[in-house]
């Protein structure tokens, strides 16, 4: 890997756009992630980016909004991401993608489901 020479707009992919199988890859690489100690997590890491071409820390958008429904695969470094809640005991937590958190931000009580 070079040096981060530029800085640029990570890639994102809607879940939905992987294929069945990708999807199935993806639920069961994420979950085995949640609960990965750090020998293997960087691994399921490596898998999940090769899988979604998403670089960094790869999350699946965990918007709180009812009715948003979004699936945005994203780098849940990306400063524009939001965390909405640290991993506790897990690895990976709850972020909201760029979008969502431009959009309708959790922090921001109003909307949300109960
Ligand atoms: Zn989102
Ligand atoms: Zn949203």
Known sequence: MTA?????????????QLTDAQQADFDQ????????GPASYPGLMTSLRLLTGVTGEVRKCACPW?????????DANNPDSLVIEYGDGYNLGRHQCPRCADW???????GLAA
């Open 4 to 16: 981060l020479a530029h800085a640029r707009i990570p890639a994102t992919v809607d879940y939905h």
């Open 29 to 36: 690489l994420m979950e085995e992630a949640d609960t990965a």
């Open 66 to 74: 009812s009715g948003c429904g979004c699936t945005t695969v994203f």
């Open 104 to 110: 309708h931000p959790a922090t921001d009580a109003a």
